[in-house]
Structures are given as structure tokens and as C-alpha cells.
């Protein structure tokens, strides 16, 4: 806990003050108290239990004032609050190792089940989009907040050649920013590609003057990229990734696969499918996301449950001068309830 007035804490130097005067005070009263024949008859007729309580009232009262001075103070503390994000792309691999098995059943219908599962725990304000990736990528679902349709493109699928990590980072970014004029066919092909139509087909796609953001500041938006192996095609992963650092967005990257992958076939090829952490976790790092590694169906969904708390609820550092304030009320009024209904009189 940090205080934004710390000086303000010099009030608790007089505490010990308060405390000497209550005992010079308890001492003035024995002395003006009248004599009684016998002390222990007193005593006795008090208890011990009686003894105690009547010091109870003005010690919740030290405790108010106490409280009250830290809460002067301004005190601040990192608590965890609802975020403002608004929007989560999820960037799948549809590519041909993702038929292994080394995930069961295989990593591709684990990856489908986690990730629905995931979308049915986000807040229902949350826009959900949803882009796969094999040799391309392509927006199989816009953001909305309809769960059912978002679910409905999860299981649509098709699994192809290739992978293109960059590609599906860059096609995440422009669904993230439809009028900022990110040209995807010159940022996957280059300068040289044909031009290919708008994501939105009512808005052709113009360039527009980019100022760079630091990186992990956008908070309206975050890509969550999942992949079981190594870039094959496409745009450089992290030439990709810096694009995405550049306008604040952080992707968090999910590696799906045992450390050793598997050897497959598909359409003809064959190939060992291994996990390329190294680039995955340099994406999570550049772009202020966190990486992760899947290596079995339950890892997908502990990642995605803890996923779902990272990007819902956010730590901050936040004054609670409330909530100090709200306490010390409390304690002086419990205070004075108790100083009435055993002494009748308040302290």
C-alpha cells in the first residue's frame, strides 16, 4: 500500500497523546471516586467481565482515529478492477498439424472446445471476433456479441497447408481497426501483391497517417493467437507482432502441443509438427501479451479460464481513501452504540 499524502501520516505521533490522557483521565476519576468500606465488595460486584467492558468503547475510538489519520493520508492500493476491454479477436490455426493427436482427441477440437467454453464465460458487453490461419488468414466471424454465432465459426473449421502466424496477427489488427487504413494485401505480400478487396466491402481501404502507441496501451482490445507449430509462410511473425506493438494491442500467445510434437501426414506431406516457443514467446513479449504452452486438453482450458480473468478484470492501483474513511465511521459508531447501551452515555 502506497499513500499519495504520506506526510499526512505525522497525525499518528498524536495517537499516543490521546492514549496518556484516557489513563490521566481514568486516574483523575478513582481519586474523586467515593470511598467505600470495603475495595472487594466493589470488585466483586463489577466482575471482571464488567472491568474490561468499560474500556472497550473508547478503544474502538483510538481504532477510528486511527483509521481516519491513514485515510488522510489518501492511501492507494493495486486492486483489481473490470477492464474496458471491449473487443478480443481470437486468432485460431487452422493448419494441417493440427490434426495430431498428441491432444486429445486432437489438438484441433481441443483448441474448438477451449475456446468456446472461453467465449461463454466473457462478460456479455465483450465483442468477440474470431480469424483462422493456415497458408492465409481470413476473418471467419466479425466482432459481435452474439455467443451463438461466435460458436457457430469455432466449429466451421477447415483445416489447410500451411502456416501464417503473421498473417493472422495482421488480418486480427485490421478487424481491430477497420478505418485505419491497414492495407493487408501490402503488409502480407508486399508492395508488389494485387490488391485485395476491404475487409469491409462498403470501405475501400485508403492509407492513413500512423503515429505509433507504446506498446500494451491499447486497452479496448487484445488477440488471443493460438498455433501448434512454425511459420511456414506468410509475413515475418515478428515483424507482424511489431505492428501490433505499435498500436497498443496485446496478443497473447497459446502453443498447443507436447515438446516433442508428432509426426503426421496430410494431403500427401509428411512432417513432424513442433511447437516454435521461441518466436511465441517474443510476440507475447513485444507486444506487452503473455505466452502460454498447451500440452494437453485440460492445460487449453485452465489457460483459457485464466485468460478469461486476465483480460475481464485487470490489476490497477487505485486510491481507497473510501474505504478507510467508510471503516473509522463504523468503528466510532459501534463506539458510541456500545458507550450507550452499557453506560448510558456516549464515551
Known sequence: MTFLWPDMLWLLVALPALVALYFFLLGRKKKAALRYASLSLVKEALGAGQRFRRHVPPLLFLLALVTMSIAVARPAAIVRLPTQQQTIILAMD???????????????????????????????????????????????????????????????????????????IIVSLATIFPDAGIDVSESIYGRDAPRSPALDPGRATEKKEFTPVPPGSYATAAIVLLTDGQRTTGPDSLEAARMAAERGVRVFAIGVGTPNGEVIGFEGWSFRARLDEDTLKAIADLTRGEYFRAGTAMDLKKIYRSLNARLVFEKKATEITALFTAAAAGLALLSALLSLLWFNRIL
Open 94 to 168: 487452422v493448419s494441417g498439424s493440427m490434426r495430431a493427436r498428441d491432444v486429445e482427441p486432437n489438438r484441433l477440437v481441443a483448441a474448438q472446445e477451449a475456446a468456446k467454453a472461453f467465449v461463454a464465460d466473457l462478460p456479455g458487453g465483450v465483442r468477440v471476433g474470431v480469424v483462422s490461419f493456415a497458408g492465409t488468414a481470413a476473418v471467419v466471424q466479425a466482432p459481435t456479441q452474439n455467443r451463438e454465432d461466435v460458436r457457430a465459426a469455432i466449429d466451421r473449421f477447415q483445416l489447410q497447408r500451411g502456416t501464417a502466424i503473421g498473417s493472422g
